[in-house]
């Protein structure tokens, strides 16, 4: 008889969300989905305020990167306004991202994934959390909760708030920086490489052990994309995007913020209230592509920081032809990510006009529409407004890194239960490799869908006849 | 000839203090640094009694009086502080916030907003009374400034403040009751009206329903105490 196997919810994730893995009569996947249950609205109520208020109204669909939405909607902002922002003011929102981006890693890693992979994925769920990793190699544990706090800490200072900082407005932001503050961030750069180059060697060591799951974790020819800078080395915050074919080749490049509309369209499925994002040119679903850490090194010639620059070159021999394919890889390249945004703020701080007073360009509305992008933790984001005259929204769209992923995480769902669950039968181990799949891509369900509700994920197990065999709720 | 000064003497708290004829217990109680919450009262401006949250208590009388317009008498005997009192103050701060859509997390005025600063002052933890959630315009038509109702307490200081300093009498109230609206000229946009720009509303309003385009973002402080230096720079001309 078939059967469908749910796991509700899934655990370690950011938001609410479950998997369900339906069985055929021989008891073999047929087809597994991860469907995310909530559904907020912000694009809604956002209709009927002031273009400029967006950013800290953005800000507020995630406590994890609202910076990104901060800088997004900032950006749109600024089209409609048609200003460019002055040279310090971007160069404080870069490394407020990149801050940002370190945190958020930091959090990815360490406190969701790294209890997979230090203790092991059939391990005692009660035990696989970070306390259990503070348990079992203390050194790990308090270099991942030093690294977010570097980053948090670089937010509230430049902010003056770790969660939903106001600094960043239309036009730059709100006040420049102080040379203490400064010094103070340089202060904490070197402990924060020694953070990174631990967590760098410790997953050199144990990735060889993960050679099945590298096999079977979302691992599958696919489009890449994101931004880059005109010297093709990895960009946050400017730049335009690249999406990268299979095999290595450049299918589209230079996309700016209001092409983006016209390249990148959104499909919806029964199942999800996140939207499946895809490359208009292919269609859907085999324009789908993915975004975030594994895309970006894919599609970067280089990350413009020495060191980085070192780590990119051993990422890039994991596949001899192409970009790399397996999602578990998205694990190493959110460290080179680390490693690179704590090079580039300490570069960004060298800058000369860092400290510069003029941080902001006001104007109007000048324009009725625009868009903006940035690069969250988890990938591409995209704001886009609609204004009257008066500068009041009468229209928004948003494209979440994690819409832009979702294809590729259903499949790697897929592959990865086709794998496992043999003749009916699964283990806790077996459901939380399943769910480990989704960890790797680092999604933000609260951010891709603007839900709200209660936070961890569930996977149900279904029959042909469309019975739930059996469900696992956490 | 001597002026003779009419002197009365009172009580506030227990307190003995003396005040002139006319003066209102607000006033006396300020002298005498007696703390009586205010919110549609501004000093510089005349009092309408809008808001309430000053009713004291004066013995002799069960009801309550608000301190902004009600006026010493010889002997009167007045509590500023009661059961009875906090109770009303704090069921008029919850009323307020129900009323309309106070979102202090992505308000312009967070952090120095005088209804956010006395909901704190006054123990407000949360609000018994069900939202209207009403659908409010924003106006943005004008060049510098923003009127956002759903901020808006009515406490028409912008009202005053337009009229009696500026005196342009842009701002005004149309209907009656909980359906009361600020409006400029005869219900005109703000950018079409009359106004000569002079951003004194902005910097009266306690909340953030009139807000400066160019100070959104984090810190948005209003500066309502040129009020009482210009009308001494005036008095003395």
């Known amino acids: 008889m078939s059967q469908t196997i749910t796991i509700d919810p899934v655990t370690r994730l950011e938001g609410h969300g479950k998997i369900t893995i339906h069985l055929n009569d021989q008891g073999e996947v047929e087809n597994a989905n991860f469907h995310v249950t909530q559904v907020r609205g912000f694009e809604k109520f956002s209709e009927g305020r002031p273009f400029y208020e967006m950013p800290s109204l953005m800000a507020r669909i995630c406590g994890i990167c609202p910076v990104s939405h901060l800088i997004a909607s900032a950006k749109a902002c600024e089209a409609i306004m048609s200003v460019r922002i002055p040279h310090t003011a971007a160069q404080l929102r870069r490394m407020l991202n990149l801050a940002q981006m370190v945190q958020s890693h930091a959090l990815s890693f360490f406190y969701l994934s790294s209890p997979d992979l230090l203790l092991g994925m059939e391990s005692d769920p009660q035990t696989r959390h970070i306390f259990g990793v503070v348990g079992a190699k203390p050194e790990l544990g308090r270099a991942g909760i030093a690294l977010r706090r570097f980053g948090q800490h670089i937010i509230e200072l430049l902010g003056n708030k770790r969660i939903h900082p106001g600094w960043v407005v239309p036009g730059g932001v709100t006040e420049p920086l102080a040379s203490a503050k400064r010094d103070e961030i340089l202060g904490m750069i070197p402990e924060a490489y020694a953070n990174i180059e631990l967590a760098l060697r410790w997953y050199k060591q144990i990735a060889e052990t993960f050679a099945p799951e590298i096999e079977v974790f979302a691992n599958f020819a696919s489009l890449y994309m994101g931004l880059i800078n005109e010297d093709e080395s990895i960009e946050f915050t400017d730049g335009a995007l690249r999406l990268m074919g299979a095999r290595g080749e450049i299918v589209a490049d230079g996309i700016t913020a209001a092409q983006f509309p016209e390249v990148i369209g959104e499909a919806v499925e029964p199942y999800s209230y996140t939207k499946f994002a895809y490359y208009k040119p292919l269609g859907y679903p085999d324009g789908s592509y993915r975004v975030g850490p594994l895309a970006r090194l894919n599609i970067a010639k280089s990350m413009g920081t020495p060191m980085a620059d070192g780590e990119l070159s051993l990422f890039k021999q994991i596949s001899d032809d192409g970009p790399v394919q397996s999602s578990f890889y998205y694990h190493y390249a959110r460290l080179i990510d680390i490693l690179h945004g704590i090079e580039k703020i300490e570069m960004i701080l060298s800058d000369p006009l860092i400290l510069d007073k003029h941080v902001r360009a006001t104007a109007g509305v000048n324009r009725l529409e625009g868009a903006g992008q940035a690069e969250a933790p988890r990938g591409t984001l995209h704001h886009h407004y609609k204004v009257d005259e008066n500068g009041l929204i009468t229209w928004a769209n948003l494209v979440i890194a994690t819409g832009q992923n979702n294809n590729a995480m259903n499949k790697g769902v897929l592959q990865a239960a086709k794998h496992y669950v043999k003749d009916g039968k699964f283990t806790e181990g077996i459901l939380n490799r399943v769910e480990a799949v989704v960890r790797t891509f680092d999604p933000c369900l609260s951010c891709s869908t603007h839900a709200f509700g209660q936070m961890p994920l569930a996977i149900s197990l279904v029959s042909a006849e469309g019975e739930v065999v059996d469900r696992v709720v956490r | ?237």
Request: glycine residues 6%.
């Open chain 2, 1 to 237: 000839m001597s002026t003779s000064v009419d002197v009365k003497t009172l009580l506030i708290d227990g307190q003995e203090v003396s005040a002139r004829s006319g003066q209102t217990i607000l006033e006396v109680a300020k002298e005498n640094d007696i703390y009586i919450p205010t919110l549609c009262h501004l000093d510089g401006l005349s009092d309408v009694g809008a808001c309430r949250l000053c009713v004291v208590e004066i013995k002799g009388n069960n009801k309550l009086f608000p301190a902004c317009v009600t006026s010493v008498f010889e002997g009167m005997e007045v509590t500023t502080v009661t059961e009875r009192l906090q109770k009303h103050r704090l069921t008029i701060l919850e009323m307020l916030f129900a009323e309309r859509n106070h979102i202090c997390s992505v308000c312009v005025a967070n952090g120095h907003c005088e209804l956010q600063t006395l909901g704190q002052e006054q123990g407000l933890t949360h609000v018994r009374l069900p939202y209207r959630n009403p659908e409010l315009p924003v106006d943005a038509s004008h060049e510098r400034f923003t009127l956002d109702h759903n901020r808006c307490i009515m406490c028409t200081r912008c009202v005053r403040v337009c009229a009696e300093i500026e005196g342009a009498h842009v701002w005004d109230v149309m209907g009656r009751g909980i359906d009361s609206m600020i409006i400029s000229d005869l219900h005109e946009e703000w950018g079409k009206s009359s106004c000569t720009r002079c951003g004194k509303c902005v910097q009266v309003c306690p909340t953030g329903a009139l807000f400066d385009k160019s100070k959104i973002g984090s810190d948005h402080p209003k500066y309502p105490d040129f009020l009482p230096n210009l009308n001494l720079m005036r008095e003395a001309q």
